[in-house]
């Protein structure tokens, strides 16, 4: 199986799982009006849709047009940077519109007491659900070397998805011991508000992380994948032993698609240098398949 087969067959698990959850989420929300499992669902609704398509990219992003003689690898990181940037919009409006509901509690002393039942069960369901969805992607973009930009995505974003379930059953939980005649009775009332910004804070640090990594592809940056460096290093070291004088080595990576510049000595003979990249590439292809090496004088 390719790394392409591999990245299309778990994007289309990631996509039937996180619509399964997406329904399961909509429906608690219209029991209990909990602005926090709004959140959750959301996230699950978006991951669903942005998994199909991530496949159509996946399908198209290694093909050469006249425009684009290299291929549209672009596409996976540009995907990878309106999905974080989505989800960074998600987060903020939901602790907004929470927001808002609490300061109508504690100004005027209007509110509805949360429902809290129903929510516990379902997020812990929902929480081993998108652990174990994250884990899978994980291992699936291990089996492509880690050069999936789009299982990279995945997997983070399932990953704050479990948090984000996580975060609302604890919460949950604490809340129902909460005597709501006592002096924390507040919370039953604008608990959806604290619930909400206690898990948006540590989960705002993933999609940033996934943003710059996905811009710094896209903008045709040097990759900072150490595994990825250090075995490219390796064979063009091996295969430039004894013939020619490597100065630089630069690796670029745009979404699956690896780039290695060598810059080398003049007068090196043209042979030798396309005898040079067969047996660059003879070793890189078995680990990551959509791979180009370019020679440039230093």
Known sequence: MTQKQIERKSLIVSCIVNLIMAIGGFWIFSITNIQALFLDCSFSMIASCS??????ISKISNKKTKNYPDGLYFLEPLYSIFRTLLTLVLLFSSVARTAKAAWGYFAYGVGTPLMIEPVIPYEILMCIICFGLSFFNRSQSRKTNDSSTLLATESKGNFIDGILSLGVALSAFLIKL????????FLHYTGDFFITTIIVLPAI???ISVFISSFRELSGGLTTNQELKRTVFQFVEKNLSGIMTLQKCDIYKIGMHIKVCIYITNNI???KIQ???RNILKDICPIYENAEIVFCEW
Request: glycine share 8%.
């Open 275 to 277: 005898t040079v990249k």
């Open 205 to 207: 640090k993933e999609p």
């Open 269 to 271: 003979d043209y042979k």
């Open 51 to 56: 998994c199909l398509a991530a496949l159509e």
């Open 178 to 185: 909460i005597d709501i005649n006592g002096s924390l009775g």
